[in-house]
């Protein structure tokens, strides 16, 4: 087993730690303040190539790995994770459409937002008000009139909603099928869409999420992704991918608040010596970095998998859940450990305990991960043989 990244994915790794390092982490604590979307750091992430990874390279894209993407994402979250959401967001955005739709569509609707000079971006607009867990009671419906199918429906939290010049929509073409019902859609920035509330959000302020109006939406009938009712399935594939992005950026968060935590160790003096020569200490720092690495080799291995088109569910679902765990718990930790400091807006452990929580929440809930988790290791366990013969309530092998 090499756990060497080759030479293509340890540049790109370089690289954006040395963006992040002189673009994103001297500038996240100012521009945080602005709660607004950070247009110039993510334009020079564009220029530095560090977007739009997973695009292939017909339709205008690098055509990297998901490990690619992680690598990125981790580098950039451990600068600012919001940085790192507004600049990974077009790879959740476009994920359905790489997944679901043919180069033709991706030629025509991507390609163009993925190669001028400017950073153009696209929003993923799954979740509804009432519908968030459960993606599969949305509202939004779409009907086919003709030529067209008209659209309308309201979605909310959609990250980079409004920068966004293309929207990647679920929405019902048969609402009596529930989840067998939903597709997806492009939807370009077009008369009847309409951005509505900003979110202001307790961290990740260097991104921003809004409402969508989508009000009697036209668009063509090959803005359709894959057929009538794969919109479901085409959501649950893109997630499968995209958290192990979010576990990367959460990755970043739970290393940085090792490194910040165990700098102010061996700097701040207490009782005549660094107050990392204190047991209580060292073992905090210990426990964080375990998990920090833990956190690591989870996402890569996720990443690895799907890269390999092996199942991912389990693992992405691994990953983004412990990743984010580690992220909080050790953000935490670093305030704990930097005391008053730790607790006040110029040192920068108290942003990362506020970035951290979105970890927990976005791209589904860490509650969702562990059911995702469960249920695939219930079924893996229907032909689980363990060597151990005993049958149990009388039923051989165990039954879900
Ligand atoms: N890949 C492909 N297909 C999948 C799949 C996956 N990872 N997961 C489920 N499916 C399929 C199932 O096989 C099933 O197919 P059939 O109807 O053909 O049998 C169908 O999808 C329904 O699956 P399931 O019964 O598991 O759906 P549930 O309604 O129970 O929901 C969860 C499953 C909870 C996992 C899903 O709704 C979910 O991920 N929710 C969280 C959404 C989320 O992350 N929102 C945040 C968006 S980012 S802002």
């Known amino acids: 087993m090499d756990f060497k990244l080759s030479k293509e994915e340890q540049e790109l790794w370089e690289r954006a730690k040395q963006f992040t390092y002189e673009h994103i982490t001297p500038r996240a604590l100012e ?19 560090l977007m739009n990874l997973h695009i292939p390279k017909e339709a205008g894209g690098p055509g990297l790995s998901l490990l690619a993407e992680t690598l990125v994402s981790e580098a950039t979250g451990y600068g600012c994770a919001g940085m790192a959401t507004s600049i990974m967001c077009n790879n959740l955005a476009f994920a359905p459409l790489v997944i679901g739709a043919t180069i033709e569509q991706l030629q025509t609707y991507v390609q163009p937002l993925i190669t001028g000079k400017e950073a153009k971006f696209g929003a993923f607009c799954l979740t509804e008000r009432g519908a968030g867990s459960d993606p599969a009671d949305m509202t939004t419906r779409a009907v086919r009139d003709g030529d067209e ?68 939406v036209r668009v063509p009938k090959d803005c359709l992704v894959g057929k009538e009712g794969d919109g479901f399935k085409i959501a649950m594939m893109t997630l499968d991918k995209t958290r192990a992005g979010i576990a990367a950026i959460a990755t970043g968060v739970a290393q940085r608040a090792v490194d910040e935590a165990a700098r102010f160790a061996n700097i701040r003096h207490q ?84 970035d951290a929580k979105l970890t927990q929440i976005y791209e589904g809930t860490n509650q969702i991960q562990r059911l995702v988790a469960g249920r695939a290791i219930l079924k893996e366990s229907v032909n689980l043989d363990t060597g151990f013969h005993v049958k149990y309530e009388g039923r051989d092998p165990p039954l879900i």
Not at 31 to 49: C, M, N, S, T
Not at 191 to 215: A, D, L, P, T
Not at 295 to 314: C, E, F, I, N
């Open 31 to 49: 521009l945080e303040k602005r709660d607004e979307f950070p247009k110039e750091v993510v334009q020079k992430a564009y220029e530095a190539g």
């Open 271 to 354: 009782f005549g010596k660094p107050i990392g020569k204190f047991q209580g200490i060292s073992f905090m720092l210990a426990d964080m970095g375990t998990r920090a690495s833990a956190a690591r080799l989870l996402t890569r291995y996720a990443a690895w998998l799907a890269d390999h088109g092996m199942p991912v569910s389990k693992d992405s679902a691994f990953a983004k859940a412990f990743a984010s765990d580690a992220a909080m718990q050790n953000a935490t930790d670093a305030v704990q450990i930097m005391g008053g400091y730790g607790y006040l807006e110029e040192y920068p452990v108290e942003k990362l305990m506020r």
């Open 149 to 216: 199918y008209v659209i309308t429906g309201a979605k909310c939290f959609a990250t980079n909603a409004p920068v966004a010049s293309l929207f990647t929509v679920f929405a019902s073409t048969q609402p009596e099928l529930r989840h067998k019902g939903l597709s997806v859609f492009m939807v370009p920035k077009t008369k009847g869409v309409k951005i509505g509330h900003i979110e202001r959000k307790m961290g990740q302020k260097n991104s921003v999420q809004s409402e969508v109006f989508f009000e009697d």
